[in-house]
């Protein structure tokens, strides 16, 4: 079991309020967090959450932070329920079995909405 944390993503937008800011905070944050040390163990899209993988700008930092082993995983039910199967990449996708053994086992579970 790692010591590093799990992050869920279950919109694409951060926080309450107007939705151009939840927009910029979610892209700061992702960002940000590839120069987090230790990088997280999983990241995990659910819901709208898995829109922010078709965004160039996120896929970039996701590129940045699966070179420094975080694994990616998106829903694929939120996945087909938002017809994204074109736009995500194949190794993304899961299934709520994979995504909630992670995060049963998970030492460190942070929710990101």
Not at 7 to 19: A, D
Not at 54 to 64: A, D, M, W
């Amino acid at each position: 079991m790692s010591e590093r944390p799990v992050f869920v993503f279950t919109s694409n937008k951060f926080g309450k309020g107007p939705e151009d800011l939840g927009d910029i905070l979610m892209r700061g944050l992702i960002s940000n967090l590839t120069k987090v040390e230790p990088a997280p163990q999983v990241l995990i899209f659910l819901n709208s959450g898995v829109q922010l993988l078709t965004k160039s700008e996120i896929q970039e930092n996701l590129n940045i932070l699966e070179e420094k082993g975080v694994k990616i995983l998106a829903c694929g039910t939120c996945v087909n329920y938002f017809n994204l199967q074109d736009k995500i990449k194949n190794d993304y996708i899961s299934n709520m079995g994979e995504i909630l053994s992670i995060i049963s086992n998970a030492q460190k579970v942070v929710n990101l909405s």
